[in-house]
């Protein structure tokens, strides 16, 4: 795997397991941006893994969720559910059109509170 590759995998494993652990606090997204002072249509982006974070924002992100960055980072500690799942989220979004992304999001988003 090329240099991309590994870097998207990544991304990825990180954004999973920051779902991961926010779910595990129950938490919403908006809770955890705001906590940990990102714009939540970003941190939103970076748990879908559209986005790669920088170190700064991995800090805040795991001081918000009250774990240390090593433990935000331990990307073993996933299910391998959440890992696949995340990846398939991923190439179905990337199969829709981006100027259709935003529709599909906002349809899953209130989907959510009928489950």
Do not use: H
């Amino acid at each position: 795997m090329d240099i991309e590759g590994q870097k998207r995998e990544l991304t990825l494993a990180v954004s999973a397991r920051i779902k991961y652990l926010r779910l595990t606090k129950s938490m919403s997204q908006e809770d955890l941006a705001l906590r940990a002072e990102i714009n939540p249509a970003y941190f939103g982006q970076v748990e879908r893994g559209l986005k790669c974070p920088t170190i700064d924002t991995l800090y805040k992100i795991a001081t918000a969720l009250d774990v240390s960055l090593s433990e935000l980072l331990r990307t073993d500690a996933l299910p391998m559910s959440a890992i696949g799942q995340d990846r398939r989220l991923q190439e179905l979004m990337s199969r829709i059109p981006e100027n259709k992304r935003e529709q599909v999001l906002k349809i899953l988003e209130d989907l959510i509170p009928l489950l």
